[in-house]
Structures are given as C-alpha cells and as structure tokens.
Nanobody, 118 residues
C-alpha cells in the first residue's frame, strides 16, 4: 500500500508560481509512474503531467512550457513546479502513483487546492 500526501497549494496571483509536493510512502517509489491531475469545480478530473523513472515526462498541452514535473527518489517525493499561472489553472491538484504493469493509477492523494486570482 502506498500513501500519497500533497502539499504546497494556496492562493496566488495570475503570473505567479507555486510548487506542489507529493510525499509517498513505500520502498518501491522509484519504480512507480507518478502523475499529477487536477479537477476544477464543475469539471472532470484531467491529466496534468506524468513522469516515468526520472527521464520520461509527459504534459498536457495546456501546461506545456509552464509546468515541470520532477522527482527525488531519495526523498520519495514528486514535485510540480507551476510557473506563469493562469486563472484557469485553479483546481484541486492530485498526485497519483501507478505500479509497474498496472493499467491505471493505483494510488491517489487527498488533493491540494490551487487558486489563481486575476
């Protein structure tokens, strides 16, 4: 079982930056695909970014060039650096972990609120 705990959300003005963190329990963290998702009010949850190992990264088109996913396997932590934030980035952000061979994300955090004001 893996537990994920997000932190770093908050209120920021448009154009500002935030860094989200997701601390994971478990000894096999380095082998998991880690992802960030978000859900805005009245909308479905959407993919934001993902990282496999420490090399391959993937981003939603809406955040490319502004967000960066990274991980520190020694700290069992994955990060989401968010720059040039826009009002439309406002959402609850969730961290997720996918085991090797799994077809879906197996573990989810509780989410952290990001609010971008104009």
């Amino acid at each position: 079982q893996v537990q994920l705990v997000e932190s770093g959300g908050g209120l920021v003005q448009a154009g500002g930056s935030l860094r989200l963190s997701c601390a994971a329990s478990g000894r096999t963290f380095s082998s998991y695909r880690m992802g960030w998702f978000r859900q805005a009010p009245g909308k479905e949850r959407e993919f934001v970014a993902a990282m496999i190992a420490s090399i391959n990264t993937y981003y939603a088109d809406s955040v490319k060039g502004r967000f960066t996913i990274s991980r520190d396997n020694a700290k069992n932590t994955v990060y989401l650096q968010m720059n040039s934030l826009k009002v439309e980035d406002t959402a609850v952000y969730y961290c997720a972990a996918q085991r090797l061979g799994s077809a879906t994300y197996d573990y989810w955090g509780q989410g952290t609120q990001v609010t971008v004001s104009s």
